[in-house]
């Protein structure tokens, strides 16, 4: 289990990476739209696309995890 930072700094840095990270997703959203909806749409390119997706969203997930403290039981 990881250590909860309580430093602001370190949660703004936290917080600016995860908007960072959530435009990146929406952008590929549009990419992956524009190539399917292309008549020869290269799939493999889309499939990388979709796992880049994928691993900006755990990035997501675990940063915004990092910055919410547990709730007591």
Avoid: G, N, Y
Avoid at 28 to 43: G, R, W, Y
């Amino acid at each position: 289990m990881s250590q909860l930072t309580t430093d602001p700094t370190e949660l703004s840095r936290m917080a600016r990476r995860v908007v960072e990270l959530k435009l990146e997703h929406r952008d590929l959203d549009t990419v992956i739209a524009q190539l399917q909806s292309s008549l020869q749409f290269d799939e493999l390119a889309i499939k990388r696309l979709k796992k880049r997706k994928l691993q900006l969203k755990d990035q997501i997930d675990w940063l915004e995890r990092e910055m919410t403290p547990d709730e007591p039981a």
